[in-house]
């Protein structure tokens, strides 16, 4: 589902929440690897660009650890400028 709504939007950043679940679907997503490019403000995210071998290829993604992050964090996730 992920990959069906960011590859039909067209959305450049997507956070994904859960240690488990943001492994599944960077994998649905057709994830090769990720380079970091911005560490975030936040202990537990990170925000990536996605090497796929598809429509995805670039996308932004910041991950986030289950219990990690303030109670903000999206919102910052949101606003952060990759470097």
Do not use: W
């Amino acid at each position: 589902m992920a990959r069906c709504v960011l590859a039909k939007t067209g959305l450049t950043r997507a956070v994904i929440a859960g240690g488990d679940t943001s492994g599944r679907i960077m994998t649905a997503l057709g994830g090769l690897a990720v380079t970091a490019l911005y560490p975030g403000n936040t202990p537990g995210t990170s925000l990536f660009r996605l090497a796929a071998d598809n429509e995805l290829d670039g996308l932004e993604v910041a991950l986030k650890g289950g219990q990690m992050g303030s109670v903000d964090v999206f919102t910052q996730l949101a606003g952060e400028q990759a470097l």
